[in-house]
């Protein structure tokens, strides 16, 4: 198929749904592009699904630029978005340019995502205006963990939905090429869909987005013994086939039945007799 991009995503608003799951590393990009996704998201949820933290709060450029390189490696049909963590574009316009231009040239993401509503339109323009695409990110924005008080739905009050509504617009008109709909009520959603002339894709926000978007490892069922939210549907419990991989593989060693000696080497054959004498 034909590469994924800019153009390709904004052309499919209405359409049929765009699909978007996160990957880190190669082979996740590898495997998420074989099965024909649209879009590769290089979330800083690899700070929480990968590298062991509470939240994506400690995701760095560093670390962005990392993961993104890897996931660029599979060279996939699917856009890639690489996420610009928290204090890489809240600080100065300057610094947010050169992050993203650095998520861009070292990571070769195509495209950054950044969270936040009206706040956010002085760094959107500028990244635009430095010929970077930028997809929006709003509702339950992760970033904001310490100020919401935990992971909470957004929106769920006239007010804060009317709030959502005029983000929504205003990062459309300043040229975002998509939003991200994070944890807010379907029927914001579904609206912000109509008001819109951008996708939106929705994680957590009912069935009426232009796309949807998973993590990885919550849709492949990876992490043991991790809550599902409400808003994930599990299609594997990879998690637990590799566990009952693995001790097959010591049980199988521990009885001697590995390895086999089709998984062995041997001599030429004179050599291994005279080798035996
Ligand atoms: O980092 C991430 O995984 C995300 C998605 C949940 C949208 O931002
Ligand atoms: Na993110």
Redesign the pocket.
């Known amino acids: 198929g034909e590469k994924i991009t800019v153009a390709t995503v904004q052309a499919r608003k209405g359409g049929p749904p765009l699909t978007m799951v996160?990957a880190y590393d190669t082979v996740m990009a590898t495997i998420a592009d074989r099965a024909g996704v649209d879009l590769i998201?290089v979330?800083?949820?690899v700070a929480d699904n990968v590298l062991g933290f509470s939240d994506?709060l400690s995701a760095t450029v560093e670390i962005m630029i990392h993961h993104t390189a890897a996931v660029a490696r599979a060279r996939p049909r699917a856009m890639i978005i690489g996420?610009m963590p928290w204090l890489s574009y809240h600080i100065s316009l300057e610094e947010s340019v050169r992050n993203a231009g650095r998520l861009i040239r070292e990571g070769q993401a195509e495209a950054v995502?950044l969270e936040g509503g009206r706040k956010r339109l002085p760094v959107i323009e500028a990244l635009l205006a430095a010929e970077i695409p930028v997809m929006g990110?709003l509702g339950l924005t992760?970033q904001s963990v310490r100020v919401m008080g935990g992971y909470r739905v957004q929106g769920r009050r006239l007010e804060a939905a009317r709030a959502l509504v005029e983000d929504a617009r205003a990062l459309a008109a300043a040229g975002v090429f998509a939003i991200?709909l994070?944890g807010v009520p379907t029927i914001v959603a579904r609206a912000i869909t109509r008001l819109v002339p951008v996708p939106t894709i929705g994680?957590g926000a009912g069935p009426h987005c232009d796309g949807q978007?998973l993590?990885f490892h919550d849709l492949l069922g990876w992490h043991l013994d991790r809550r599902k939210a409400k808003f994930v549907r599990q299609y594997a419990r990879l998690g637990e086939a590799a566990v009952s991989a693995l001790q097959s593989f010591f049980a199988d060693v521990r009885s001697g039945a590995f390895p086999s000696e089709g998984e062995s080497y041997r001599m030429e054959e004179e050599e291994e007799r005279a080798f035996e004498a």
């Open positions: 996160t998201l979330g800083d949820s994506t996420d995502k990110h992760p991200v994070e994680i978007v993590v």
